[in-house]
């Protein structure tokens, strides 16, 4: 199995741009999750879904937008970049038939904002 | 929000040195894990402690779960280059699947 995907892997935008990150699983996991993660500031929750049509905001949801019209996938769409979206972006995904699974993450998607 | 405050931030040792890493927080989580991140990949699941007292070991690591199930602590005995990374706990409340992630301790272990 190829577990959690994500592309690209680096990505410079200009101030204003717009793109979006994918996100793919195979593993027909039920909850998926994006996350940033800034230099000695742990993983954020930028979003999160727990089935597909479903999507709730997490910590970090400004300047971001997601949608999941399937289980497999989860994109993130960066509306307009700025400087402070500068991130390394994880997505994740986890089973919810128990409590002490782990999450699975892709590799990250290394974004820099100019 | 519940937060979890992870000490030291960095951590640079010599190989065969021994290193404890602590996880703490006001609040009480059903289950709590460690990942490990190495650069350039997503982090990976090391354990997850679910009772309070609870000790796990893993080859040289060791993971405690305090009784009250507010702190958690990793060591690693005789530290070795391999044990290099980001280390990363991240607790969970009740059935809650959405986990808070402390900010992270970042291991170096020379040669």
């Known amino acids: 199995n190829a577990g959690v995907t994500q592309t690209p892997k680096f990505r410079i935008l200009k101030i204003g741009q717009s793109m979006t990150l994918q996100c793919t699983q195979d593993?027909?996991?039920?909850?998926m999750y994006w996350y940033r993660q800034d230099p000695g500031m742990g993983l954020k929750l930028i979003y999160y879904?727990?089935?597909?049509?479903?999507?709730d905001k997490g910590e970090v949801p400004n300047g971001y937008n997601v949608s999941r019209s399937t289980t497999e996938d989860f994109p993130l769409r960066l509306l307009s970049a700025a400087p402070s979206q500068t991130s390394v972006y994880f997505c994740?995904?986890?089973?919810?038939?128990?409590?002490?699974?782990?999450?699975?993450f892709g590799n990250g998607t290394r974004l820099t904002v100019t | 929000t519940q937060l979890l405050e992870q000490s030291p931030q960095f951590l640079s040792i010599q190989e065969g040195e021994n290193l404890t890493v602590y996880c703490n927080s006001s609040s009480v989580f059903s289950s709590l894990q460690w990942y490990r991140q190495e650069p350039g990949e997503g982090p990976v699941l090391l354990v997850t402690?679910?009772?309070?007292?609870e000790v796990k070991k893993l080859k040289r690591l060791t993971f405690q779960f305090g009784d009250a199930r507010k702190d958690s602590s990793l060591h690693i005995t005789a530290a070795q280059p391999g044990d290099t990374g980001l280390y990363l706990c991240a607790g969970a409340s009740g059935g809650s699947y959405i986990p808070t992630f402390g900010r992270g301790t970042s291991l170096i272990v020379h040669p």
């Open positions: 402690v679910v009772t309070g007292g």
């Open positions: 879904s727990v089935g597909a049509g479903i999507t």
């Open positions: 593993m027909n996991h039920n909850y």
């Open positions: 994740a995904s986890i089973l919810s038939d128990s409590a002490f699974r782990a999450l699975h």
